[in-house]
């Protein structure tokens, strides 16, 4: 009988039936039955996943933002429009530090003669060396006062954005909903001019 009795507390320990009275007859406690790191373990476990799941779109949003894009040079040269210079200019002061690593996306501005498409495949490289030149110089003098080494990679990324056409709607609703109405005497015209009527008396 008493043999029968140990191995129900022994079995009763393991499944943890008697995880809020302990089994100290058979040498088990409490935390022997359960996670004492419950919920801080899993908790962490969920966190991971889900840093996990974000990274590479988090990575995928700083290239396109490290981008430099075909409408920042003039059309088919590799000079610099002033708003490309401003987005450089943006990537070099980066705090607490620029990303040496800077996206220039292919050109996409070369002319495409059918009967000599190897001229538009050297074009696009010569024309992609050039803005890789063109990006390095401007850096190196724009942060010759704490010099930062850049690299320039190409790349081949759509132009981020999306239609503004539904901004355009709610911008349109919001200025047609507004309402009101005026009641007479509400501009105080009649009390300037003497013409209002009286208020009440103290």
């Keep these: 009988m008493k043999g029968l009795i140990a191995k129900a507390l022994a ?18 406690s409490y935390d022997d039955v359960v996670d004492p790191c419950y919920p801080q373990r899993y908790e962490a476990m969920s966190r991971r996943e889900l840093n996990e799941a974000m990274a590479p779109q988090m990575m995928n ?10 409408d920042m040079f003039e059309a088919g040269t590799d000079k610099l429009t002033p708003g490309g210079q401003e987005h450089l200019k943006y990537l070099a002061r980066r ?13 996409q501005d070369v002319v495409y003669d059918p009967a000599h498409p190897d001229a538009y495949v050297r074009g696009r490289a010569e024309l992609n ?19 930062q080494q850049f690299t320039v990679v190409v790349h081949d990324a759509p132009v981020p954005g999306q239609s503004a056409a539904f901004v355009a709607r709610s911008v349109t609703l919001l200025n047609n ?21 009286a208020g009440p008396a103290h």
Excluded: E, I, K, M
């Design 11 to 28: 079995a009763a320990c393991g499944t943890g039936l008697l995880a809020l009275t302990g089994c100290t007859s058979t040498g088990c």
């Design 61 to 70: 949003g700083h290239v396109l933002d490290q981008g430099v894009w075909n």
């Design 95 to 107: 705090r607490p530090h620029a990303d040496p690593v800077v996206y220039l996306q292919t050109a």
């Design 129 to 147: 060396n050039r803005r890789v030149q063109a990006v390095q110089a401007f850096l190196a003098a724009y942060t010759a006062a704490a010099p």
């Design 177 to 197: 909903s507004a309402q009101g109405t005026l009641t007479a005497g509400s501009g105080g015209g009649g009390a300037s001019g003497g013409g209002g009527a």
